[in-house]
């Protein structure tokens, strides 16, 4: 059984940071989380994976790279995605999802299971 439930969603002014939170319970197979978001006008975008309880470091897309950060909470199952220096063009729903392995993070369609999205609005 797998569930991801995200949280953090909200409006903010460009240029201000924010946190969005996945609460994971998932089997012991499903350990790739990713961060992927819907904006309007564009396919889904993959913004970053970690695995869950592991010391390797996360994987990024390079459109958020210098902005984003993905981290975990330790003993627990939360993943966070930090947010700084927002644009309007980051305005979208914001989802987590998981897979096996974090061999295809970068894929869309890879991603098995998915949590319901939280809202992200940038104003300028």
């Known amino acids: 059984q797998v569930g991801l439930v995200e949280s953090g969603g909200g409006s903010v002014q460009a240029g201000e940071s924010l946190t969005l939170s996945c609460a994971v319970s998932?089997?012991?197979?499903?350990?790739?989380i990713g961060w992927l978001r819907q904006t309007p006008g564009k396919e889904r975008e993959v913004l970053g994976a970690?695995?869950?309880?592991?010391?390797?470091?996360?994987h990024y897309a390079d459109s958020v790279k210098d902005r984003f950060t993905i981290s975990q909470e330790k003993d627990k199952n939360t993943v966070y995605l930090h947010m700084n220096s927002l644009k309007p063009e980051d305005t979208g729903l914001y989802y987590c999802a998981a897979q096996v392995f974090c061999i295809d993070w970068a894929t869309a369609g890879a991603y098995t299971h998915w949590g319901q999205g939280t809202q992200v609005t940038v104003s300028s």
């Open positions: 998932v089997s012991s197979s499903h350990k790739c």
């Open positions: 970690r695995y869950l309880h592991s010391s390797s470091p996360p």
